[in-house]
Nanobody, 119 residues
């Protein structure tokens, strides 16, 4: 499974961005899909996840109420809508896919897309 992220960029604090992750398979609905991020000098951290068929979604406390993960089955993509962005959201964002269906186990990773939030 190959994953390609897009939609990153530079935005002012309070603004919005929509990240997309395109999967190379048509069975994305049978995979758990997640978003992670890694800021400079920090470890990668969990952001959001959607389990098999989108049955459940999970969010890090730091993004609850601001970020929304969703699936576009027809386009084999998973999106991350990010609203009310803060400077601390600045990081490289990675898409991940897992065959277990669990929100916390992933087998495939994208190359990442940079998100920079200015003050």
């Amino acid at each position: 499974v190959q994953l390609v992220e897009s939609g990153g960029g530079l935005v002012q604090a309070g603004g919005s961005l929509r990240l997309s992750c395109a999967a190379s398979v048509s069975t994305v609905d049978s995979l758990s899909m997640g978003w992670f991020r890694q800021a400079a000098g920090r470890e990668r951290e969990f952001v959001a996840a959607s389990t098999w068929h989108g049955h459940s979604t999970y969010y890090a406390d730091s993004v609850k109420g601001r970020f929304t993960i969703s699936r576009d089955i027809g386009k084999n993509t998973v999106n991350l809508q990010m609203n009310n962005l803060r400077p601390e959201d600045t990081a490289v964002y990675y898409c991940a896919a897992g065959e277990s269906g669990s929100y916390d186990l992933y087998d495939y990773w994208g190359q990442g897309t940079q998100v920079t939030v200015s003050t």
